[in-house]
């Protein structure tokens, strides 16, 4: 299947526009006011500031590394910087290969030099043998063997992350629901049981997809469901039993350059709550526009719309 073919047998997940406040004179987004900045700690670093980037689906030979760059350099330029950066899946596009992790790496480098913690999880397009020649130090965190799940923490909240990639023989075949093996399920299980802060999980697939619903329900400590997949900023809600008054909040992610909604997020952890806030660089569907050619009025419409977005996260399930 050729990169078009496989762009438009997509296009039926549908894509929403996203938000962020972009500087008028330098195109480059800025802080929404709603967000009250904290100091920063002696190091320059914010121990409750966190970075999510997901699907950067990189291929040196097409346009996604630039637009991945332009992620990481905004990430560079936070004050302070966030002590950690979450990727939640599709590193790689569309098969895996080893040179596109190479390419991610390249790009992804200026992160560890600064002293950012970088943790990447697997998507559906992701090939884990190339994963981990390439990221071997990803791989050797991993709690669960042969997969890439771990927990990263922070002062005020901890991240669980999931590895739901399902890998079939056929390189070349990528079109594999998200599975959540059952060595993860028990390992996530037991990590929530135990745990004494709020908790967030997050994988590449969509909570309902991975049926992880009912094991959620009955971790009080996990207080949101973060994820990517669909490339769109998209807060919503999951309910665990009609009867009940419990909800899961949770959240999509967009793209950091494939299509659709296209930046990351900056997750900010407080006392009682979190709010992730959406660095939206650019909307487009199902290619990026060639110089000079303008852009269509949905897009922008699209863009305008949920321009500003944040969603924030309670901790009263605790």
Same mark, same amino acid.
């Given at each position: 299947?050729?990169?078009?073919?496989?762009?438009?047998?997509?296009?039926?997940?549908?894509?929403?526009?996203?938000m962020l406040q972009l500087d008028t004179q330098a195109g480059t987004p800025t802080p929404s006011p709603r967000v009250k900045r904290r100091r920063p700690s002696f190091d320059g670093f914010d121990d409750t500031l966190v970075a999510f980037i997901s699907?950067?689906?990189?291929?040196?030979?097409?346009?996604?590394?630039?637009?991945?760059?332009?992620?990481?350099?905004?990430?560079?330029?936070?004050?302070?910087?966030?002590?950690?950066?979450?990727?939640?899946g599709d590193v790689a596009n569309l098969y895996g290969?080893?040179?596109?992790?190479?390419?991610? !790496?390249?790009?992804?480098? $200026?992160?560890?030099?600064?002293?950012? #913690?970088?943790?990447?999880? &697997?998507?559906?397009?992701?090939?884990?043998?190339?994963?981990?020649?390439?990221?071997?130090?990803?791989?050797a965190r991993s709690a669960v063997e042969g997969r890439m799940a771990c927990?990263?923490?922070?002062?005020?909240?901890?991240?669980?992350?999931l590895d739901s990639l399902q890998q079939g023989d056929d390189p070349k075949d990528n079109n594999y629901p998200g599975l959540v093996d059952d060595a993860q399920r028990e390992w996530l299980r037991q990590t929530l049981q135990k745990a004494t802060k709020?908790?967030?999980?997050?994988?590449?697939?969509?909570?309902?997809?991975?049926q992880l619903k009912p094991l959620l329900h009955k971790a009080t400590a996990c207080c949101g469901y973060i994820h990517g997949h669909d490339h769109r900023w998209r807060p919503s809600w999951a309910n665990f039993d009609w009867r009940s008054h419990d909800v899961? !909040?949770?959240?999509?992610? $967009?793209?950091?350059?494939?299509?659709? #909604?296209?930046?990351?997020? &900056?997750?900010?952890?407080?006392?009682?709550r979190a709010d992730m806030e959406l660095r939206l660089f650019d909307y487009f569907f199902r290619f990026p526009l060639a110089d000079g050619e303008p852009k269509p009025e949905q897009w922008q419409q699209i863009e305008d719309d949920l321009r500003g977005q944040h969603c924030s996260f309670a901790y009263s399930r605790l």
């Open positions: 299947m050729d990169r078009r073919h496989f762009i438009g047998s997509v296009a039926a997940l549908g894509v929403q526009g996203a699907d950067m689906h990189i291929s040196p030979d097409e346009y996604e590394p630039e637009r991945l760059q332009r992620v990481v350099d905004d990430i560079l330029r936070q004050r302070p910087l966030p002590r950690h950066v979450l990727g939640l290969e080893r040179r596109d992790y190479e390419c991610a !790496r390249r790009i992804l480098q $200026p992160l560890w030099e600064a002293g950012i #913690d970088v943790t990447l999880g &697997l998507g559906n397009h992701d090939r884990r043998e190339n994963f981990a020649s390439v990221f071997p130090e990803q791989m927990v990263v923490e922070t002062p005020k909240a901890n991240f669980v992350l709020p908790t967030f999980v997050c994988a590449h697939h969509s909570v309902q997809e991975l899961l !909040r949770t959240l999509c992610l $967009p793209s950091t350059g494939f299509w659709g #909604d296209i930046g990351y997020a &900056l997750f900010h952890l407080y006392e009682t």
